[in-house]
């Protein structure tokens, strides 16, 4: 009888907590279907207006069943001080509007985005970077998004959404995510890899966002654009591993050396991290929340152009 006890006991201990699914970064609709109904498992919908994501009148009128709604662009998951827009907010703030959605820190969290376009899909990828920053490991994108999982069949809820039950949830800032614009100086001055995650229009100095004061790029900085292995596909898109990996090894990245995404404002930076970080495979990726907008905030911040070489903000700005 003792055998037998000390073998259930050690076949649990294999087992580990029920609450544990440990799932890849990037999930498919095929495995989400299998998990739903999974004790501690939320699935978080952040479709917003963004790529003509919807809204949660979209969300009650179609949803994953079960999933909880929370608007990516309304709802707080990000907000603009001193002049910057899009930057983390407290981490006070984000904890009372996660645990708000009934979210603990026991729950495995499954992002769903619109996945109706590139710019959507770092909705999900900036929400996902957030959990990670506030120590919540137990977190996934669907691949594809809510589109996705529609256009493959599975199943539709529709209707009034209850409200979730507020839960607790209790974060640990994982600076180490998070560059600061003096860590991007460092950086720079290193020589270590900054990854303008913009489009090359961006890169190269040709169109400009109102978020920033200036075009241009960082000094020094290679352009992985985000939306370059996202690939349209039955009226979904899908995130393509193997063409990401690809582009990185073009553009000769060292996935053990330091390295640092930035955008404009954060958005499609997030989306750079999380392919460079959770499915490019490199070590030690961080993202560079303020990106060009809080760059730009300097007259004496260098910045390149392709026609012009590197000047000033202050410079270009004049």
Request: proline share 5%.
């Amino acid at each position: 009888m003792r055998t037998r006890l000390l073998l259930a006991a050690g076949t649990l201990a294999l087992a580990g907590p029920a609450h544990a699914l440990h799932p890849s970064p990037l999930v498919d609709a095929e495995w989400l279907d299998n998990q739903l109904g999974s004790d501690d498992l939320v699935v978080l919908d952040v479709r917003s207006a963004i790529d003509d994501g919807g809204d949660r009148e979209s969300f009650e009128a179609a949803r994953i069943p079960g999933s909880h709604y929370s608007s990516y662009t309304d709802a707080g998951w990000r907000e603009s001080r001193d002049g910057v827009a899009g930057l983390m907010p407290a981490v006070e703030d984000l904890e009372s509007l996660i645990g708000g959605l009934g979210i603990d820190n026991d729950d495995t969290v499954v992002v769903v985005s619109a996945g109706t376009g590139p710019t959507d899909f770092g909705s999900a990828a900036r929400v996902y970077w957030t959990f990670k920053a506030l120590g919540h490991d137990e977190v996934s994108i669907l691949n594809g998004g809510f589109a996705g999982w529609e256009q493959q069949g599975f199943e539709i809820a529709s209707g009034t959404a209850s409200a979730p039950q507020t839960a607790d949830f209790s974060a640990t800032l994982q600076e180490h995510l998070l560059a600061t614009t003096q860590e991007v100086e460092a950086a720079r001055e290193a020589d270590e890899t900054l990854v303008d995650a913009r489009p090359p229009a961006f890169f190269k100095g040709q169109t400009q966002s109102p978020a920033a004061r200036v075009p241009g790029t960082i000094p020094g900085s290679v352009n992985l654009p985000h939306d370059g292995s996202l690939e349209a596909r039955d009226g979904a898109y899908y995130l393509q591993p193997d063409s990401l990996k690809a582009r990185i090894d073009e553009l000769g990245l060292d996935r053990e050396a330091p390295t640092v995404a930035f955008c404009n404002t954060g958005h499609w930076a997030a989306s750079g991290w999380f392919q460079l970080s959770e499915v490019g495979g490199l070590d030690n990726v961080t993202m560079y929340d303020g990106s060009m907008a809080a760059w730009t905030q300097d007259d004496e911040r260098p910045i390149q152009l392709a026609d012009r070489g590197t000047v000033s903000v202050g410079e270009l700005s004049d």
